[in-house]
C-alpha cells in the first residue's frame, strides 16, 4: 500500500502519518527531510529559503517502492494507492502553527493558502492516486484521524465538505 498525505503545514500531516506508520506497520518518508537529503530539489527559492522539488526526481526516488508512507506538502506529487488530504480550518491552522516561531508573515501565507485551498486544489486537479480522501481534522484529535484513514485503507469512501471562505468569521 502506498500511502501519501498532503495539506497546509499545520493540518497534522507529520502527527498522523506518525500514528499510521505504527498502526500499519509501514515505512515513513517525512519529505521536507527526504527531499534535502536526497537532493529531490531543483532549485532554491532565496525568497523563501526553501528548497524547490524537482518533481521527477520525487517520483524516481518512489518508484520502484510499493509499500510507504509519505507525508508533506508535495506528497499529492508521488503515484499512490491512496492519497489523503488534510485540511484544518484557518484559525486551527494559525494556532497549530503558533508554536513554531515562524515569521509571522510566514504563518499567514499558510493560513490564507488553506483558507483557498491552495493545496487540496492542485491535488484534486490532477490526482496521481487510485483514490483520494478528504479530511476534516478541525474537531477531532489524531488518533481520530488516523483512525479514519486506516477505514479508508480498508475500503471506505471519506470524502468531507468544507469551505472556510463560507465559515468565514466562524473561528472554527
Ligand atoms: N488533529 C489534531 N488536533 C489537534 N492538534 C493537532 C492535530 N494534528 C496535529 N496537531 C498539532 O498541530 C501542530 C502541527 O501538527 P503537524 O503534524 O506538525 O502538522 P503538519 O505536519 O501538517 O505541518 C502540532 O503541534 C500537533 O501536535
Ligand atoms: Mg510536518
Not at 4 to 32: C, D, H, N, Q, Y
Not at 90 to 102: F, H, I
Not at 131 to 139: A, E, F, G, L, P
Amino acid at each position: 500500500m502506498r500511502i501519501t498525505i498532503t495539506g497546509t503545514p499545520g493540518t497534522g500531516k507529520s502527527t498522523v502519518a506518525k500514528l499510521l506508520a505504527e498502526r500499519l506497520k509501514l515505512p515513513l518518508f517525512e519529505l521536507s527531510r527526504l527531499v534535502r537529503e536526497e537532493k529531490l530539489y531543483s532549485e532554491l527559492d532565496d525568497e523563501r529559503n526553501a528548497l524547490v522539488v524537482d518533481p521527477e526526481k520525487l517520483k524516481s526516488y518512489f518508484e520502484n517502492r510499493n509499500a510507504f508512507i509519505a507525508e508533506g506538502l508535495v506528497a499529492h506529487l508521488i503515484p499512490a494507492d491512496l492519497l489523503v488530504i488534510l485540511r484544518a480550518s484557518p484559525e486551527t491552522v494559525r494556532k497549530r502553527l503558533a508554536p513554531r516561531n515562524y515569521p509571522p508573515a510566514k504563518v499567514e501565507e499558510n493560513v490564507e493558502a488553506e483558507r483557498f485551498a491552495v493545496i487540496a486544489t492542485e491535488a484534486l486537479e490532477n490526482p496521481l492516486a487510485e483514490r483520494v480522501i478528504h479530511i476534516d481534522t478541525t474537531n477531532r484529535i489524531p488518533e481520530q484521524v488516523a483512525e479514519l484513514i486506516e477505514r479508508a485503507v480498508k475500503g471506505e469512501e471519506i470524502f468531507e465538505d468544507v469551505d472556510w471562505l463560507e465559515t468565514e468569521g466562524n473561528s472554527g
